[in-house]
């Protein structure tokens, strides 16, 4: 084991700022490490690429490693393991392909242009995804009703 909830700071370039983030779960096996990401939920989802590529990224940086494989296991709540049906666990391994880097960056650009654009004209559309943003309780689009409910 290496790291269990390791903190990073994972530089971008020059026209994108800084990636926080922190691993679960960083493991070693001669000169092969793992990234497993643990999520809990009410049911299993499709892990997000691009938080394992920034994983990956930051373990061949920190530790020079030159294999990193990405891991995600899932545990589904149960409210009665004596009635569980559906299998409770489940680990996958994430496949990541060759350009998984460059897209990586492309889309974390186009973020962070539109986060820019928002911040500029400070004009903001309403979605499904105000509940997750970090801003909802200063801004006028998600005070429509988005954030009311929520909090």
């Not at 709540?77 to 994430?94: C, G, M, Q, S």
Request: some cysteine.
């Amino acid at each position: 084991m290496v790291g269990v909830e390791e903190p990073f700071a994972l530089s971008l370039g020059r026209t994108l700022p800084p990636c926080l983030g922190i691993a679960d779960l960083i493991l070693r096996r001669g000169s092969t490490f793992a990234v497993v990401d643990h999520k809990t939920g009410k049911r299993f989802n499709d892990p997000d690429e691009l938080q394992f590529v920034l994983y990956r990224e930051y373990v061949r940086r920190r530790y020079k490693a030159r294999r990193c494989v990405t891991i995600v296991d899932e545990y589904r709540w149960v409210n009665d393991l004596t009635r569980i049906r559906k299998p409770a666990f489940r680990r996958e391994r994430v496949q990541l392909g060759r350009n998984a880097w460059r897209e990586a960056i492309c889309r974390l650009t186009d973020a962070w242009n539109e986060i820019q654009e928002i911040e500029k004209y400070h004009e903001a559309a309403a979605s499904d995804e105000c509940f997750r943003c970090a801003y909802k309780e200063i801004c006028p689009q998600a005070s429509t009703g988005y954030s009311s409910w929520w909090w």
